[in-house]
């Protein structure tokens, strides 16, 4: 009995160190190396995960940049003492910065947009757009029940007591939720040193959008003649930058905009708010909805 216990333990020890011997020689033969630097940038990085950066999260920007095919100040999250850290580590430059940052393309607060229904019901942009609209009277403007800041996960979001989105440009990582979140389309990323920006998307010209809200763009096209050619153009019933020209930007093509639609952004949006009022014809509530 004991010799065929003994040789039952050879035989399995036997195809186990066989097997051993042909796992190894796989892992050997099979293997991708890996740079140990990786391990070292990805937790020197925020660790956000946000993607803002083009990358499938912290790891996948640190396996570039050991790479040396992006510079550590790409990342938004990171700031110039941490992207300073890791360009010391790999011996490279740290690069300059050119933060993103979610804009909102719309002025119309509660007090300079028509509210012409009064909407009872889930306080969600979700909710509210899907029954008529939201109630507000241009069906293009910003609905004010914040879902943008609900869904922005560093809490750079805040929303005004006009019912607006005001973006913390520190604590933005462009990570693209509030694009995602409102339903009207109001948010794009663009990178901060795009300063002159056109806060309305009306559908409508001339009088039609004023009546619906005081700082509505009305295609008046003085904009367009103050500055430089090609720089913004009117499509669709509304300004339009095109920041291919953006070298060529200037304050002064904000100077004539009866409106105040198209602006110059230092910093954050709504740092004050426009002295207007809701154009008086529509202001009052006219009807609800729920």
């Known amino acids: 009995m004991l010799p065929a216990m ?14 051993a011997v042909f796992i190894a020689l796989a892992y050997w033969k099979l293997r991708v190396w890996e740079d140990p630097r990786i391990d070292v940038v990805t937790s020197m990085l925020p660790g956000a995960n946000c993607g803002a950066c083009g990358f499938p999260g912290c790891r996948g920007f640190a396996e570039q940049a050991v790479a040396g095919k992006v510079q550590p100040a790409a990342c938004n999250v990171i700031n110039e003492d941490g992207a300073a850290q890791i360009a010391s580590y790999l011996g490279v430059d740290a690069g ?3 933060k993103r940052v979610a804009r909102v393309l719309c002025a ?3 007090n300079v947009a028509v509210q012409q229904a009064d909407y009872r ?3 969600t942009c979700g909710a509210a757009a899907a029954v008529a609209g ?6 293009w403007g910003c609905l004010g029940f914040g879902d943008c ?3 922005c996960k560093f809490g750079a979001i805040k929303m005004n007591r006009f019912g607006l989105p005001v973006v913390d440009v520190a604590a933005c990582t462009a990570c693209g939720d509030c694009v995602t979140a409102c339903p009207k389309n109001l948010f794009e990323i663009i990178p901060l040193d795009q300063k002159l920006l056109v806060q309305c998307r009306s559908m409508i010209e001339g009088d039609d959008a004023l009546a619906t809200c ?3 763009c009305t295609a008046c096209g003085k904009c367009v003649i103050d500055a430089a050619p090609g720089l913004v153009t009117i499509e669709r019933g509304a300004a339009r930058v095109h920041y291919a020209f953006n070298a060529q930007a200037d304050i002064a093509a904000i100077g004539r905009c009866p409106t105040g639609a198209i602006t110059w952004i230092e910093g954050a949006q709504f740092a004050s708010s426009p002295a207007r ?3 008086a014809a529509l202001s009052g509530v006219g009807s609800t909805l729920s």
């Open 108 to 110: 119309g607060g509660s």
């Open 214 to 216: 005081a700082v509505a």
């Open 149 to 151: 800041a609900v869904s």
């Open 134 to 139: 939201g109630g507000k009277g241009c069906s």
């Open 96 to 98: 300059q910065a050119n």
């Open 121 to 123: 019901g889930i306080e």
């Open 277 to 279: 009022r809701a154009p």
């Open 6 to 19: 003994i040789r039952s333990v050879e035989i399995l020890g036997g195809v186990g160190l066989v097997f």
